[in-house]
C-alpha cells in the first residue's frame, strides 16, 4: 500500500485507501477494518494525505515532516482525547509549529493517523521522493566518445586549359567592279531657239 493512494474522508474517522474514482464518488478501504465501501462526494469530501500541509511559525510544511519528526522522535504517542498531552507532545517533537492556527483537533489526527500508518506498516513517502530515488538509483551511462573520422580529401579532377581556338577571319570578298549596264545612251539635244531680231 502506498501512501500517495491514502485518503481522510469527512465525516468518517480513520484513514482510507483509495481503490476507484468514479464520477459521484469514490471506492475506499478502511486501513482500520479493511472493509470497501462507496463514498458519495455528494455527502462527503476527499484529501490526499500527501496534499495537506500544517502551520508553522514560517512557511507552511506538508504532513509528511511532521509525520517524519514523529517518526524520528523517542517521544510516546500520547492519549489522542488528552488535548493538553497532544499539545505538550507536538511541543517537543515540533516545536515550531503554529499552535496558535493548528487546532487540537487537528493535532489529535494526526496523532491518530500516524498510529493507524504504524500498524500498517506503510512507509512514509511522498511520490515525488519516491520518483527521484528511482532517477538516483539508475546507473548512469557515461556516453561514448567517438574518434573523430579523418576523412582524406578527395582528388580534384584535373581541369585542362582548353587551347584558344583558331578564328578564321573571313575573307574579304573582293569588290567586283562595276560595270556600266550597256544601255543607249541618252541623248539631249538642246536647241536653240534663235531669236530673229527684225528691224522695223
Partial sequence: MEYSKLVSVTGLSGLFELVASKTDGAIVRSLDDKSTRFVSSRIHNFSHLESIEVYTEGEN??????????????????????????????????????????????????????????KNEIEIKLSEEETADENDEAPQQ????????VKEPEAKPEIKAEEPKKIKAAKAKKAEPVTASESEPIETETKTAKKKITKK
Fill in 61 to 118: 510544511v506538508n504532513l509528511v515532516d511532521v509525520f517524519h519528526a514523529m517518526q524520528n522522535s523517542n517521544e510516546t504517542l500520547p492519549d489522542e482525547k488528552d488535548a493538553n498531552a497532544v499539545k505538550n507532545y507536538f511541543k517537543k517533537v515540533y516545536p515550531k509549529m503554529d499552535f496558535e492556527r493548528v487546532y487540537a483537533s487537528d493535532m489529535r489526527k494526526m496523532i491518530k493517523w500516524f498510529d493507524v500508518l504504524k
Fill in 142 to 149: 557515461e556516453p561514448e566518445t567517438k574518434e573523430p573520422e
